[in-house]
């Protein structure tokens, strides 16, 4: 594949991608949703998230890891502690690596 045909694939796929989502934002803010809708999608964001997230956490190079040599998921414990409690993505992220590099630290030490 050559570096043109390259440039033309990502330029659309971001074309595509805008475009969806500036459709989805000015028709979502223009139509009435129904209840069952609006809760519907209110879970399909951690879903997603939980979706990507499980496979990095738990398993390398598609094995599963023992949980308490894995920085990833003893990270998780006060991150998803903080999550929990204060439901703010900025001390929820910054827990996160925080815990994550100071358990790395101890774990390769």
Known sequence: MSMQQVLFAVILIGLGTYLFRAGSLSLGSRVKWPDSAKRWLDQVTPAIL???????????HSHLVIPWNNAGFIALVPTGYIAWKTKHLLWTVATGIISYAIILYFIHR
């Open 50 to 60: 939980g979706a990507l997230l499980a496979p990095l956490i738990l398993t390398n």
